[in-house]
Structure formats: C-alpha cells, structure tokens
C-alpha cells in the first residue's frame, strides 16, 4: 500500500511539473517577446506560486525547461525513425527538423532566448545538468545515424548534428524576418538577409549533409 501511494505522489508530481511546463509553454506563445513571471505561470496552471518554485527555482530555469522538452520532442522522434530498420533517407530527417523545429512557432524564438539566459541568469549547475543531457541525446542520435550512414566515421553522426543545430538556429536568427521585423523602410531587409527561411535552410542542410555523408566527414 505505501509503494502504491508512492507510485500516485510520484505521477501527482510529474502532471504538475507538465502542467507547469504546459502554462509557461500557453504564456510565450500569447506574448513571445515578454518572460512570463512565476506569479502569471502559477495563475495559468491553476497552482498556487510557491508550489511553482518548488518545481523551478526561477523563470530562467522554467523557460530552459520548455526548451529542452521542445528539444525532446525532436529527439525522440528521431530515435524512433533511426531505430527502425528501414533506411533513413536525408529527406526523412529534414522531414522531421521542419515537424519538430521549424514549424512550432515557439521552438526558435525561445532557443535563442536560452542561449543568452545559459551565460548570464543560468546558474552553472542546472546549466551544465541540461548540456550534458544534450550530449547524451547527440550521442544515441548521432551513432543512429552512423548505423543507417555506415560512410560517417565514428562521432561523425554527433558532429554533424551540432553543426545542423547551429545552422538551424544561426539561419534563423540572421533572416530579414528576425533582424527587421518592421519593413517600412524604403527597401526592406538588407538584400543579403531577404531570404525565406525555412527554403534558405533546406538548401543549406542539404549542402551539409550530403557533403558530410559523401566525404565521410573524414
């Protein structure tokens, strides 16, 4: 009976940390450009503030939070395709970037907004704590790519995944749409910025990964 009633107190806790990740999550989507504050997330999970910050001890680290879930969503999607033993075409792993990273509204806007919060109100442990769990997701990643893409030399699959992400997001934060959101001057976005994004991004993944398959990223 006592292990029963561990087992509800642990599924209690984990639908209140969802739930508390699920309003801060509802919040940026309403404002992206304002940091919720731990009051207006306690109001719009239902709890009450303390309980909030028994679960994340800064808004920093709940907003670090909604990112790594974000982040996991892709990540277990990939795993699942990889594991399987059908091949796994570079169309296929595109496929998945613009489901889980590209389309969500919320996925880029607030990973460039936790690159900056890591150096500045991130304490270095929960920091350090989310890096390695990402190492560890590029790691099982990147040897299921070595398996489908048997070319790619040891680590290979991990190095070509963070090379992917910095594109993702480095592309992202130089498009017109994101340095000049206001197009009333005369000319718009600087031309070497006027770009479609997710276009300008197909083209640069493909370039990147056929060249790393091809070469074997010797």
């Known amino acids: ?17 969802h ?55 892709f990540f277990r999607a990939l795993s699942a395709r990889l594991a399987r033993d059908e091949p796994v075409r570079i169309a296929d792993v595109l496929a998945l970037t613009h489901e889980h990273i590209v389309e969500p509204p919320l996925f880029l806007p607030l990973a460039a907004r936790c690159f900056g919060l890591m150096g500045q109100s ?32 040891p680590g290979a699959g991990l190095a070509l995944l963070r090379h992917s992400y910095a594109l993702i997001l480095g592309l ?14 005369p000319g718009g976005p600087p031309p070497a910025l006027a770009y479609t994004y997710p276009e300008e991004l197909d083209r640069a993944l493909l370039a990147l990964w056929n060249g790393t398959i091809a070469g074997g990223a010797q």
């Not at 704590?129 to 190492?135: G, V």
Request: charged share 25%; net charge neutral.
């Open 1 to 17: 009976m006592v292990i029963r009633q561990r087992a509800i107190q642990a599924e209690d806790k984990q639908e209140r940390h």
């Open 19 to 73: 739930a508390i990740l699920d309003a801060a999550a509802r919040l940026l989507a309403r404002s992206p450009d304002r940091i919720a504050n731990m009051a207006d997330v306690a109001d719009e999970a239902g709890l009450a503030k303390g309980t909030v910050y028994l679960y994340f001890p800064s808004k920093e680290e709940l907003l670090l939070a909604v990112h790594e879930r974000n982040i996991d969503g």
């Open 122 to 153: 991130i304490p270095p442990e929960p920091a350090l704590a989310f890096k390695q769990r990402m190492a560890e997701r590029l790691t099982r990643a990147g040897a299921g790519l070595e398996r489908h893409f048997p070319q790619l030399k």
């Open 172 to 185: 992202w934060q130089m498009s017109g749409a994101v340095i000049c959101p206001m197009s009333d001057g």
